[in-house]
């Protein structure tokens, strides 16, 4: 141990410290300067930047010993304050910039260091910098960064004023489709958002650490488990195993009825087998995190290895072992049968096309990684901490399998640094619930990147095979369809996965007969979760493929034949119903002026050019908003002395729930006269929350905002007197009326029926349409996007704001996904840069996206969801551009570059 001094923000402290601690560790352990994030903790992510003697430094990776007496930092708490905001600060709000906010603090400061330098940088010079301090953004594809830099830039050259810049409300008028900024932004961008880490350390003394004993193999019988070394071990509370877990140790994975599985399968803590690399065998609880670390392998699990079933075709082969034993590895099937047999229209058609598609295990790479607490409140209640987007929803599923009865058990979701649908499913709050009720003391469990990345659930690949055929002037007239989905070991939301093929695959068009069938199958690969698009992009990168396949055989240009089959007023979608709103002929007919353009470009360029190609290339967007069938949300609002607090468990990922809740609400409750900031959000805490459902299927817009509307349109109405005026906190009371009035919102929707795909199970969609721009350099086979230009119709936008960074950060996504992201290999895929997560100079400066506000019926105020849209195709774009400029279809992702090199050998 060495003492020394540093200028923390300008202010010298002494610091106790040890030559190999990392400057993160005193930075936020010590000092309690919680605004420097740790999101990889390997130099990756620059979520912990801060500037040290005028340098930006990855904390994360400084060591003590590197840092000099009376170094000079500056964190986020140094820039400026609530009150007093750095211009960098007030750009990242104007222009949206902190999503999740996890990236923030270490953007901002990062950015300060390049003004410092160069206080007129061109947007080159953003983003040469960013990716020089690889500092990583994985919500907003980080067009609006370098957009708040700018203007930052222009804030400090004094060449505009923050009241030129700052979006300002007029008395009385409408929020709705306004760059009103979130709630939350001023916390994100002056580090003060509290995360489950930063909220971990401030957790009482008695806190107990958790570390797990996890499966190092993918499939294995355990034969026995001894913990009692590791309960010898200095610190050690507690080693918990299956034996100790007083409920049914099963997470219910609430399957379908014709699921061939009770959905049960899943463990919280491993008891008679492992079923995938990281399972969860025990829970070591000791007073330090470095104390649980220590004892884990002393923890002895003696296993008998079995074979491994990777993928849904080596589980489904015949002489594949149950991995489950007594339930078949393909647990659930589903068909989609929609108007005439097909196979006889495919052999009179004059044109077929067919080919097999495979989109892969796309890791979700939240900056955040998981983490949560739980305790035992007042009431003796149980109380979880997690990144949880299904409060309620997750109670239901581990109540049980802790042993707590569902009324004692309470959810609370952390501010959260990004989700992409992992935590749709619940991880860790079931290992959380057991060990706080075991030990009746507070619990704590963060992973690092290593277990988030191997132990959390990821996209379930897809291997599709597919087949159009059409007449001779290019209407579509039949689709045939069959679809594998390996969903990892455990069926959870599985089978829901599995119906999105029959809803997808083709989806957009108006295609008269369709026959389908696929299947859910168990694999001892990663569990499958929700991510972002959930079934949507696997579909439609096969039906948006097929169609440029079948377009060059027939000779026809892609748009034009996409143009010939789109929805228009009598069609139906691949469910047999009506869509909610006609606008992908607009659509086309927007983008095809831009299209011919960058196709001439992409020729004439290719006329000169010989170790690069250029193309581009289209797909249609699209995907649901709402959970299947007669969706529902709950809400209330409630008048108070001060204005009108608002509650729902609208879920917060970073994509913006405050916006939304607070934009609905305010568009209702501004007749009574009250401004913005007069509406108190009180948001995902079950103690004080309704059942929202979930934050996911883009559903949240449509669902709870709905059901926020209700509940504030019913307390207006409660509020009104005889003569159209509204009575106020004191005179409800005096008159004693109730003050709290709920809202609910159901969707007048049918769920598609699973031996048919047949049923009007959404309420409202979501549409887009992309071109890609591409450039392949045909020596080394890699691939780059060099331009997107998207027409989007996500109905009325309740904040632009928002909208614009859910297309910018679902495209870049849909980047990662046509070129780099996977997580196929367990052993390799283990890191940030390794899983292949977008940088910045991997997304294009130039992306352009334009609206279409088609209102929906049943939308709040006309509005869809937008969330997952932006994800469902654009890899099917940026592979159809592939083609266009080299030649090479690639038809299993990611198409990296050994990939595409391989193809073009063979051409
Ligand atoms: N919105 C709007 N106008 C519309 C439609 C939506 O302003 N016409 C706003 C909504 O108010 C909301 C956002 O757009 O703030 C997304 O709305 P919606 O599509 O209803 O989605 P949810 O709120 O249910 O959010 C979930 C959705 C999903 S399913 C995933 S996965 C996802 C996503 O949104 N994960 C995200 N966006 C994400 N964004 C970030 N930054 N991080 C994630 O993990
Ligand atoms: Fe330090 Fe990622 S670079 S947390
Ligand atoms: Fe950048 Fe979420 S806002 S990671």
New binding site residues.
Partial sequence: MYNTTLIINGIPKIVITTPETMLSTVLREQLHLLGTKVGCGKGECGACSVIMNGKVVRACITRMKRVEEEAEITTIEGLGTANDLHPLQLSWMIHGAA??GFCTPGFIVSAKALLDENINPTRQDVRDWFQKHRNIC???GYIPLVDAVMDAARLMRGEVKKEDLWFKLKEGDSLIGTKAIRPSAVAKVTGNWRFGADLGLELPENTLHIKLVQAKVPHANILSIDTSEAEKMPGVYKVITYMDVPGTNRINGLAFPNNKGDGKERPILNDKKIFQFGDAIAMILADTEYQAEQAIDKVKVEIQELPAYMSAPAAMAEDAIEIHPGTPNVFFETEVVKGEDTSSIMEKADYVVEDDFYVGRQP?L?LEPDVGFAYINESEELVIHSKS?GIHVHAAMVAEGIGIPLEKLKIVQNP?G????Y??SPTIEALLGVAALITKRPVYLGFNMYQQITYTGKRSPFFMHVKMGADKDGKLLALESDWSVDHGPYCEFGDMLTTRGAQFIGAGYDIPNIRGEGREVCTNHAWGS?????GSPQSLFSSEVLIDELADKMGLDPLELRYKNVYRKGSTTPTGCEPDVICLPDMLDKLRPQYKKSKKAAAEKNKISKDKKYGSGIALLLYS?GLDGADTSEAWAEITPTGVSVGNS????????D???L??SYEVLKQLGIKPEQIKLVMNDMQKTPDSG????????????NATRVACENLVTALKNPDGTYRTYDEMIAENLPVKYSGKWTAPCTAADVHTGQGNPFPCY?YGALLAEVEVNIKTGKARVTGLSMLSD???????L??D??MY??LAQGIGLALSEDFEDIKKHTTLTACGIPQVRDVPDDINIEYLETPRPY?PFG???????PLSAPHAAIVNAIYDACGVRITKLPAKPDKILAALKKL
């Fill in positions: 999503q999740c994985r919500c907003t979700h939240p987007v959260t990004g989700t992409f649908g935590k749709f929700a991510f972002r698009g959930y908003s609208w879920e917060d990922h970073g994509q913006g729930a916006m939304g809740t934009t609905i979930p934050a996911g299927g883009s559903r949240s817009n449509v669902l709870t905002g979501m996500v109905g009325t936008i309740i904040n632009r928002i909208v960074g859910q950060g679902g939308g509005a869809s969801g937008a969330g997952e849209m």
